[in-house]
């Protein structure tokens, strides 16, 4: 398995960039003081597509085309949990033939595809991440979606389309990575027609997340920064940002806390005892493969800095386990709300 990410690491055009991009990155947002807030706000468009560059493979090689997590039952296949996250909030904005929609952050396609697929609406993904959005276009073509599907190369803090063209808008785990709510929510809030609405899938602090305890600050900085996000937030300030800047809230909750007892979302990253079946991502999957990275890098054959890459990674997959195991965060707040009339 490690020959396809060594393949794909070494076919990258980027590939002299890696080291100095990731040392880039390492020195401006993850020294001792991990760069800051204010400085991961306000330089955020490079904070993010130099964090994209860097590890969409390893996204691509350990978790596949959708970019986020699910609620997952027991007897469930993982990629049928993905799928059913994505249709589920296809199925709450009520997507149907004849409407078109946005979605915000939309990675390399993955879930944009299988909703337009899902719903028949014609769906336009917006993302900064140009090498994002030229994988989700070969793939748009070759899954036949071409007629439905469209994809922009814009901030979504700032969408090159007009005033109220679209019916509905969602976002699945990428409004996180706003410099602040209300700018995101306020570019959707102009995006939708009257009475659009809007759907996404938030990273929060739980009630739990206690300020004054050293290792859950310590847990939320090592998300943040290996996972490129400017600063996670508690639920009421989503919910507030979503009506200041003129929603009409419909729904607001934690789906890891109604799922039905299954598999957590944070399963995958941890591994469980007999099934290799999502072993790439598994903690003692990313000890094999950062293993293998660091020879294939002495050797030559992968980047220089990709073995960095790997470890800022896994930093980030601890931390996001263990804060689901305390249930302090979770990658599923459930927002869904409404332009008025
Ligand atoms: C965790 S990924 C989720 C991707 C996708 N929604 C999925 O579930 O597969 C976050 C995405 O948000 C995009 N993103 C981050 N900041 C952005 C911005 N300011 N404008 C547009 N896209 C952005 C990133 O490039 C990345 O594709």
């Given at each position: ?23 880039d990155y390492e020195r401006r947002y993850g020294g001792e003081s991990r760069g800051g807030r204010d400085e991961r706000r306000t330089d955020y468009r490079n904070f993010e597509n130099t964090y994209y560059d860097l590890v969409t493979d390893f996204f691509e090689y350990g978790w596949g085309q959708s970019f986020h997590f699910a609620p997952r039952a027991a007897n469930e296949t ?264």
């Open positions: 398995m490690m020959t396809r990410l060594a393949r794909i690491l070494s076919d990258r055009s980027t590939r002299e960039s890696v080291a100095a991009r990731v040392e993982f990629a049928a949990s993905l799928a059913r996250h994505e249709h589920y909030i296809a199925h709450r904005l009520g997507l149907a033939p004849g409407m078109t929609a946005v979605d915000l952050g939309c990675g390399v396609g993955g879930p944009l595809i299988e909703i337009a697929r899902f719903s028949g609406a014609r769906i336009v993904g917006v993302n900064n991440n140009a090498m994002q959005l030229e994988r989700a276009a070969r793939r748009s073509e070759a899954a036949g979606l071409g007629h439905l599907v469209e994809w922009l190369k814009s901030d979504f803090m700032q969408v090159d389309a007009p005033d109220g063209c679209f019916d509905a808008a969602y976002s699945i785990e990428a409004t996180c990575c706003a410099p602040d709510r209300a700018g995101v929510y306020g570019e959707v809030f102009r995006l939708l027609k009257p009475g659009g609405r809007f759907a996404a899938y938030e990273y929060c602090l739980t009630d739990r997340f206690d300020f004054d305890d050293p290792e859950h600050r310590r847990l939320r900085a090592d998300i943040e920064h290996g996972g490129a996000l400017p600063d996670i937030v508690r639920p009421h300030v989503v919910n507030d940002a979503l009506r200041n800047v003129g929603f009409e809230l419909l729904e607001a909750r934690d789906l890891a806390v109604e799922a039905p007892p299954g598999v957590p979302w944070y399963q995958p990253l941890v591994g469980s005892g007999l099934s290799f079946a999502r072993l790439r991502s598994s903690a003692a999957g990313r000890r094999v493969t950062h293993g293998s990275l660091w020879l294939l890098e002495r050797l030559g054959i992968v980047p220089r800095g990709t073995t960095q890459v790997s470890s800022l990674l896994n930093l980030c997959a601890a931390a996001l386990a263990e804060a689901g195991r305390l249930g302090i965060f979770t990658p599923m707040y459930f927002v869904h709300a409404r332009k008025p009339d």
